[in-house]
């Protein structure tokens, strides 16, 4: 049964439900619907709280001068529910903006090349890809994205300002940033194809390896474990894993990319809904156990590098260089609506497997070293790095 099938079912029920605890009072009752779901006399309590909503509808329909698209103003309710409970994360996605969601997480668009998060209600850029129209037309990480075209966008508008960025390669789309918390600055880019290349990383001296992830999509777990065998072929002792500016992305994703530093069978993360059901999910152990580690965080580091991250603090098997992680420990699952739409909606918390939830916590770094402030606005070089050369010296100690 497709969304509108179902909206339509409900709306039946409803007003049904309505009218009987009117002539019944407080009998209890029930009302069986098409495929057996039975709703008792509670429920139909629950559903006479929407009344009002249907009483506007018919308001509408017969003051309103001008048109009602009946689908818009569905739409545009189930938007206002999510968006009243004030979760960020939650929320329904129409047709284009799921598809927009989903191919982050396929690794390729057509869009301005940058990571996006929500912070304090605000829309931070994390990073720009290397080469991206974005990084090119001089957006910055930590640039708060204020308007889309000329609109205004917070965090409410995270999915609708994701979905506006994103288009039709070479066309142009208007970026308005706040930086520095007191300049305003708007930029033309001009959208172009974005392939997310997520593993990077070389051999450098000494035996001494570095990876970047840039986030956690579906190719990550799988690029990782061969960019991680290809450096140990070439020799390498010891690891820095650089998770600064990574947003997160895939819960399973992560978990395949720690378990390379964690035995078999130990728990990575575990999570418990509403109801207190718990998912625990263990390392499937990997190439990399034992060997030394150190990982670079920021305050940008948030959500599933955060399960990286604490997971290698719990077990002591690394080194966290760096500032303190965002600090989001929630979890949100898809959940498909039919006609090509979706609700994302925060269904749990996650726990370290010391059992910490981290959610506007964030973690701490064993070795607090900050990034110079005026260092974003120059191009980026690793010998100026402060963070990086502090990782570097750590590892170079854990492999004596």
Known sequence: MNIKKKWIAWTVAIVLATNLLTYYGTRRISLVLPGGTTIGAQQFTDASKFQKMFEVRHLLNKLYDGKIDDNALVEGAIKGMTAALNDPYTVFMNQKEYEAFSSQTEGAYSGVGIQIEVKENNIVVVSTFEDSPAKKAGILPGDVIEKVNGTDVTGKEYDKAVTMMKGKEGTNV??????????????????????????????????IAYIKLSMFDENTGKNFDS??????????????????QNPGGLLTTCVDVVSNFIPKGKTVVSTVDKNGNKDVRESKGGLAVGMPLVVLTDGLTASASEIVSGAVRDYKIGTLVGEKTFGKGVVQTVVDTGDGTALKVTMAKYYTPNGENIHKIGIQPDVKVEYPEDLLKKPYSRSSDPQFSKALELIKEKMK
């Open 174 to 207: 208007d970026i308005t940033v706040l930086r520095n918390s007191k300049d305003t600055h708007t930029y033309a880019v001009k959208r172009s194809k974005i392939t997310i290349d997520t593993v990077s990383g070389e051999m450098l001296s000494n035996n």
């Open 227 to 244: 960019k991680l065998k290809e450096l140990k072929d070439k020799g390498a002792k010891g690891l820095v894993l650089d998770l600064r």
